[in-house]
């Protein structure tokens, strides 16, 4: 495996399921991140561990749980979502230097449904 | 806060030049992107460019970048039929994060 990959690619869950999703980056990077990407929205960053701290988007609500037990996984707990909550989850991972950014290489997505 | 703003549909023949436009209003990014977001699939890097720079070429793309003005911009050259995906404006300032423009989407016609 290459790059960042990303399970499952589709999800379908009902309101009250848990379920989680999957993220795994092979680049030997320090940093990863959760968006989410919504139909004519921007992508919204909704969590970021760097160098082993996590940094959260405090807008995300608590019915989204990430979870990164080392530098190349990352995961999304997800629990009695809503139905806006259907969208492209994106991970991504980047190799953080002294607080700078450099670029990040995104998975191809989990595509989830709530029904 | 942040804000990143772009047109959100574009239409070229095939052959001519694409152009993509964004704004930024971070005056201390240090970072600027482009991402191409091909359907089903996930963000892929295209180029940046440092704030420092004004111009950028790689093959096909050119990036100018306007600081004055916070303009960024992306031209492609001869754009094929598999150009036609989402690209992605982003700027990283001092706060160590990303910001995306809601993308614009290149439609390629023969």
């Known amino acids: 495996e290459t790059g960042v990959t990303q399970t499952p690619r589709h999800l379908v869950m009902g309101m009250t399921n848990k379920k989680s999703l999957k993220c795994e980056q092979h680049?030997?990077?320090?940093?990863m991140y959760w968006y989410k990407q919504s139909a004519k929205k921007p992508l919204e960053l909704m969590f970021v561990?760097?160098?082993?701290?996590?940094?959260e988007n405090n807008s995300v609500p608590s019915r989204f749980s990430p979870e990164c037990p080392n530098s190349s996984h990352l995961f999304l707990h997800l629990h009695t979502l809503q139905p806006e909550d259907s969208a492209l989850y994106l991970c991504a991972s980047s190799q953080v230097f002294k607080g700078d950014l450099a670029y990040q290489f995104f998975g191809p997505g989990t595509r989830l449904t709530v029904l | 806060g942040e804000d990143v703003e772009q047109s959100l549909f574009l239409s070229v023949r095939e052959g001519d030049s694409s152009v993509i436009n964004c704004t930024y209003t971070d005056s201390s990014s240090t970072y600027l992107y482009w991402y191409k977001q091909e359907p089903g699939a996930g963000l892929q890097l295209l180029t940046y460019?440092?704030?420092?720079?004004d111009m950028k070429q790689d093959q096909r793309l050119t990036v100018l970048l306007n600081k004055k003005d916070k303009h960024l911009s992306l031209r492609i050259a001869d754009t094929q039929t598999g150009d036609s995906a989402i690209y992605f404006c982003?700027?990283?300032?001092?706060?160590?994060?990303?910001?995306f423009g809601t993308g614009t989407r290149l439609q390629v016609t023969l």
């Open positions: 982003a700027e990283a300032g001092t706060a160590s994060k990303l910001t």
């Open positions: 680049l030997g990077h320090n940093a």
């Open positions: 561990y760097s160098l082993e701290e996590r940094v």
């Open positions: 460019i440092f704030s420092n720079m």
